[in-house]
């Protein structure tokens, strides 16, 4: 229980239906991890909404100190891809080492059948294949599946997703009838431990480094721009905070660690056909034993395209699109999906075009 509506609604879904339920909230970091905040996820004022509910519901709530793992799992991890030149996404390894690893263990150990959560999207099993599968929400609008590809076949199987085949609406509707605090709460839009945003002032904060600047060069021509303020705060598709004034609007292109220089263009140069992937997790299948049509995501907002994946390697992946893709970020998650089913997905570690 996060303390926003959806996990609140989802618990009440669980209870109505005869489930024997506990409700626990993350403690995920402290002061000492993170940037000044006046709220954001896990906050004390999530912790106190997660109770109120709970105890609205007459059902045990407890918070869990998770802080080490997700320092080790998820802040880490993010650091690390940023300094390597990628752009991380920490909801994703959140999901993967946290929620469904560590937290689905300790369900085990209380000797609780089940985990649910109040993320949008649908788990079903197929009785052709006998495997789970993970389906789109049936709120397009609130599909969370892209985030929750790496889930397993056990982790599938002991977990339940009661919003699945609900609105947003609803679920506020639901809330409000249920006299909940945080019925008309606002979703967290921004990364937990970095509620302001500034990326680059969280990492040199928590690693006590100077991310030095370096040269911004034209993709074009080759030729000195300015200088840039640390490496670590720029990402691929990147328009404000370039600090160029020029006639047309210029992007960040390309990052190298190496020489520490960013380089920039036009829109046109951020688009490619085709990327590979690492850390492939498949949900649909075992293997994927021949190239394969699928449409695939490269970031959460991206609406999925028509593209060619072929798997390279026990964990590697190569995706052709069919059309050129703006901004395929090393880093970022790749998403397969067929129809409403994901078929797994892999982290991007290069692209061309």
């Keep these: 229980m996060s303390g926003g509506v959806d996990s609140s ?8 239906s005869g489930y024997d339920c506990i409700g626990i909230t993350l403690k995920l970091y402290t002061g000492d991890d993170i940037v000044p905040i006046h709220r954001g996820c896990c906050s004390l004022e999530d912790v106190n909404d997660a109770r109120n509910v709970a105890y609205r519901l007459n059902m045990p709530h407890y918070v869990l100190n998770f802080t080490e793992p997700f320092r080790d799992e998820v802040i880490r991890r993010f650091i690390d891809i940023y300094e390597k030149g990628g752009t991380p996404n920490p909801c994703i390894d959140c999901n993967r080492y946290i929620k469904f690893e560590r937290l689905l263990y300790r369900a085990q ?11 949008y999207a649908r788990i079903e099993k197929d ?7 993970l389906k789109k929400a049936a709120d397009a609008k609130k599909d969370q599946s892209y985030v929750l590809y790496c889930l397993t076949q ?3 199987e002991r977990t339940r997703f009661p919003l699945g085949d609900m609105t947003k609406g ?24 970095v509620p302001d945003g500034d990326y680059g002032r969280f990492m040199e904060t928590w690693t006590g480094k100077q991310y030095p600047s370096g040269n911004i060069i034209d993709y074009q021509t080759g030729k000195l721009l300015g200088a840039h303020r640390g490496i670590v705060r720029y990402t691929i598709g990147q328009r404000r905070g370039l600090g160029i004034a020029r006639n047309e609007p210029l992007y960040v292109a390309a990052k190298s660690v190496a020489d520490n220089t960013i380089t920039l263009g036009p829109d046109s140069s951020l688009y490619s056909k085709i990327f590979t992937a690492e850390a492939l997790n498949l949900i649909a299948c ?10 695939v995501k490269t970031r959460y907002q991206q609406q999925e395209q028509w593209a060619t994946a072929e798997q390279t390697g026990e964990g590697t992946l190569r995706v052709e699109f069919d059309e050129p893709q703006r901004a395929i970020t090393p880093g970022q998650a790749a998403v397969l999906y067929d129809g409403d089913v994901v078929v797994g997905g892999g982290t991007i570690v290069e692209n061309r075009p």
Excluded: Y
């Design 170 to 193: 609803q679920v506020r509707e639901l809330a409000e009838e249920g006299g909940f605090i945080n019925a008309q709460k606002k979703d967290s839009q921004d990364i937990c431990f």
């Design 9 to 16: 609604v989802a618990a009440a879904l669980m209870l109505n």
């Design 286 to 295: 075992d293997r994927i034993e021949k190239p394969i049509r699928v449409k």
């Design 154 to 156: 056990e982790q599938l």
């Design 127 to 133: 009785g052709a294949s006998g495997r789970w599968l």
């Design 109 to 119: 150990q209380l000797d609780f059948d089940l985990m649910v959560t109040g993320h």
